[in-house]
């Protein structure tokens, strides 16, 4: 199975904020792999995946990066609602793998 | 309105078995590929089924093979989740959830999920 590593798993931040959650891959994994955003109570949500090209459902200041073994998030200025925990799930291959999340508070 | 809702969770004891299900409206059900994935307190996010549009081909998780069964009724846009031999370990909130696009292997709509607490 492809182990997903999340970093890292808690991260502070303010409005404003520039911000970066890393996803490493046991293994290649080409471009295919996607991000999801999950605030207290709801589902998780689809924000940026490669199928490829890379695509987006996500406001702009949501960027994804990387292939291979190593992706990034990057949230340019972090807003209030962004305040959530974000996971990384591998699409190449199954068993579909996720990451173990990253959450970011205020 | 675009939807899915889960339903059949509850607490149950060990070695006990559960019968999920997942109501789809609002899209062409027929021509989904569907999933179940869980969020447990330990783990986070777990993907542990998947069935194709027609229902002929179905992967799971190794935790799960064997024990669970993923099955769907495309005339009542039904999909379903039958777990036997539950364990403490199977406890967590079981979503159902749509994929993108054939081979995707995306999830691009979830329910609100179904809680299954398996404890004595």
């Given at each position: 199975?492809?182990?997903?590593?999340?970093?890292?798993?808690?991260?502070?931040?303010?409005?404003?904020?520039r911000v970066t959650i890393?996803c490493?891959?046991?293994?290649?994994?080409?471009?295919?792999l996607a991000w999801y955003q999950q605030k207290?109570?709801k589902a998780p949500s689809l924000l940026i995946y490669s199928v490829?090209p890379l695509q987006s459902e996500a406001p702009s200041r949501f960027s994804g990066s990387g292939?291979?073994?190593?992706f990034t998030l990057t949230i340019s200025s972090l807003q209030p609602e962004d305040f959530a925990t974000y996971y990384c799930q591998?699409?190449?291959?199954?068993?579909?793998?996720?990451?173990?999340?990253t959450?970011v508070?205020? | 309105?675009?939807?899915?809702?889960?339903?059949?969770?509850?607490?149950?004891?060990?070695?006990?078995?559960?019968?999920?299900?997942?109501?789809?409206?609002?899209?062409?059900?027929?021509?989904?590929?569907?999933?179940?994935?869980?969020?447990?307190?330990?783990?986070?996010?777990?993907?542990?089924?998947?069935?194709?549009?027609?229902?002929?081909?179905?992967?799971?998780?190794?935790?799960?093979?064997?024990?669970?069964?993923?099955?769907?009724?495309?005339?009542?846009?039904?999909?379903?989740?039958?777990?036997?031999?539950?364990?403490?370990?199977?406890?967590?909130?079981?979503?159902?959830?749509?994929?993108r696009?054939?081979?995707?292997?995306l999830f691009d709509l979830w329910?609100?999920?179904?809680?299954?607490?398996?404890?004595?």
């Amino acid at each position: 199975d492809i182990q997903l590593t999340q970093s890292p798993s808690f991260l502070s931040g303010s409005v404003g904020d520039r911000v970066t959650i890393t996803c490493r891959a046991s293994q290649g994994i080409s471009s295919r792999l996607a991000w999801y955003q999950q605030k207290p109570g709801k589902a998780p949500s689809l924000l940026i995946y490669s199928v490829p090209p890379l695509q987006s459902e996500a406001p702009s200041r949501f960027s994804g990066s990387g292939s291979g073994t190593e992706f990034t998030l990057t949230i340019s200025s972090l807003q209030p609602e962004d305040f959530a925990t974000y996971y990384c799930q591998q699409h190449n291959s199954y068993p579909l793998t996720f990451g173990g999340g990253t959450k970011v508070e205020i | 309105q675009v939807q899915l809702v889960e339903s059949g969770g509850g607490v149950v004891q060990p070695g006990t078995s559960l019968r999920l299900s997942c109501a789809a409206s609002g899209f062409t059900f027929s021509t989904s590929v569907m999933h179940w994935v869980r969020r447990t307190p330990g783990k986070g996010l777990q993907w542990v089924a998947v069935i194709s549009e027609d229902g002929d081909e179905k992967h799971y998780a190794d935790s799960v093979r064997g024990r669970f069964t993923i099955s769907r009724d495309n005339s009542k846009k039904m999909l379903y989740f039958e777990t036997n031999s539950l364990r403490p370990e199977d406890t967590a909130l079981y979503y159902c959830a749509r994929d993108r696009c054939f081979g995707c292997r995306l999830f691009d709509l979830w329910g609100q999920g179904t809680l299954v607490t398996v404890s004595s």
